[in-house]
């Protein structure tokens, strides 16, 4: 308790929190984490119903809710008698849904999270807190999970503040730089590609990443896009497809081309899933390039400077598949043939790994083999590390690490990670998974019996 205290500023009390969600997302549990080591009494809610939500406040008799992600406007009779804050993803005085996609497509140079107080009208209420931004071209869900989230923190953090202070929150006036904007259509995000540059296809594509992807025809099928990076050096005629490369697929733009790394079929109702592994029967007549160790946009890059290794393994969402498993600890002999002292294992910007593939085994023939068998191979990896005698073993986590990713990167001999990181370790959902990924043996050695 002594520890917990010391966290908290003098000028905060410990205060009751009800956070309502539509779901427990990255910035939700980033929040939580933080809310928590301040020692504030914390419950979470989802938010399916508005009887629901009515039910959890009268049982937990909070000081305030907050809500970092909702989808539903909170009940009147909740908002009327309690402090009720909001985390908006925009900027003062911006009012409407979808607000960090039109930011990308209407190239903002910079944007901002603001914390508003709920009342009738949707994200027009008195305004608690803010921060701003520089914003980065990229994908939206990058955004959200490192600016947005880094923002947000701090802007709830000293909205907590002012409010256990007693102090009023501001109005919202006609002289802020927001605007109140509509929903993004289908065709502010539809792709020309008999007109649109390169930047234009993907600053749309990275406005919808993550949800709800562009719609558009690829290869003959109708579509989600996501994960698109551009390409260097193939050219062709607008719209065409040049050729496939790992996971991914080439197309050409007006000016250039870009790589689409993932699509959800809408024929189907299919899963969002490796390009090339969606469409692998429309995409087998095009050539298989091999991946080039040096692309940046390739899923492992192996770097090396005096004496030391550093393994990027970026896979998309940290979801690692069997065969990502099996190249991974591939890509992991190798570096130790090389004689190197150090390997450094840097996982990807967003992810460091979240563990075993649950779209690519939900889509299998036999989910239940293939569960098996990303489990057995992830396993494989696991040893392959702690196997690694007379190499000094760096798990380097520069994003979050959930499920089994979090024990992948105990198995090195140090874990550093900075203060944003969020580790979601559990998955006793799933049955426990007793003894995968070596967690057995590895946990009692971190943290004790």
């Not at 427990?24 to 080591?37: T, Y």
């Not at 540059?197 to 919808?208: F, G, M, P, Q, W």
């Not at 995409?283 to 091999?290: H, K, N, R, S, V």
């Not at 696991?382 to 994003?399: F, S």
Request: charged share 25%; aromatic share 6%.
């Amino acid at each position: 308790m002594a520890a917990e205290e010391a966290l908290l500023p003098s000028a905060t009390p410990r205060l009751r929190i009800l956070m309502l969600v539509h779901g427990f997302n990255s910035l939700s549990q980033r929040l939580h984490v933080e809310l928590a080591a301040r020692g504030h009494v914390l419950s979470v809610e989802y938010d399916i119903h508005d009887s629901i939500t009515l039910e959890a406040v009268e049982l937990f008799r909070p000081d305030v809710v907050l809500a970092p992600y909702l989808k539903r406007a909170i009940p009147e009779a909740i908002w009327r008698n309690l402090p009720c804050l909001v985390v908006h993803p925009g900027i003062p005085g911006d009012r409407g849904p979808a607000a960090l996609d039109r930011a990308i497509l209407e190239r903002r140079s910079h944007w901002g999270v603001s914390v508003l107080q709920a009342v009738a009208e949707f994200d027009a209420g008195p305004i608690w807190a803010h921060r701003s931004f520089p914003m980065r071209e990229a994908p939206k869900a990058s955004l959200y999970r490192r600016e947005v989230t880094g923002a947000a923190v701090e802007a709830v953090l000293e909205a907590l503040t002012r409010l256990a202070a007693g102090w009023q929150p501001e109005a919202q006036h006609e002289g802020l730089p927001g605007r109140a904007h509509r929903p993004v259509s289908l065709a502010e995000r539809t792709i020309d590609w008999a007109s649109d540059r390169t930047a234009d296809v993907l600053r749309k594509i990275h406005s919808a990443d993550g949800h709800p992807g562009v719609r558009g025809e690829l290869a003959g099928v109708t579509c989600r896009l996501y994960d698109a990076h551009p390409e260097h050096t193939l050219r062709g005629a607008p719209g065409e497809l040049l050729a496939c490369r790992g996971e991914a697929v080439c197309r050409a733009t007006v000016d250039g081309a870009v790589w689409i790394g993932h699509v959800r079929r809408e024929d189907d109702h299919a899963l969002k899933l490796p390009a090339t592994q969606a469409l692998a029967a429309e995409l087998a007549a095009l050539t298989d390039l091999p991946e080039l160790p040096e692309d940046d946009d390739g899923l492992i890059v192996y770097r090396e400077a005096d004496g030391v290794g550093w393994l990027d393994f970026p896979f998309h969402n940290g979801a690692m598949g069997s065969a990502h498993c099996r190249r991974l600890a591939e890509a992991v002999r190798t570096a130790r043939s090389r004689g190197i002292r150090v390997l450094v294992l840097t996982g990807g910007p967003e992810f460091w790994s979240n563990g075993i593939h649950l779209s690519l085994i939900e889509a299998a023939d036999s989910p239940a083999d293939a569960s098996m068998h990303n489990i057995e191979a992830m396993d494989d990896l696991v040893a392959e590390l702690l196997e690694c005698r007379g190499l000094w073993l760096i798990a380097a986590l520069r994003g979050n690490a959930g499920a089994g990713g979090c024990f992948l990167a105990l198995a090195a001999d140090e874990v550093l990670a900075h203060d944003g990181v969020v580790l979601n370790p559990h998955y006793r959902n799933m049955g426990n998974l007793y003894g995968s990924e070596y967690w057995t043996y590895l946990l009692p050695k971190r943290v004790g019996e």
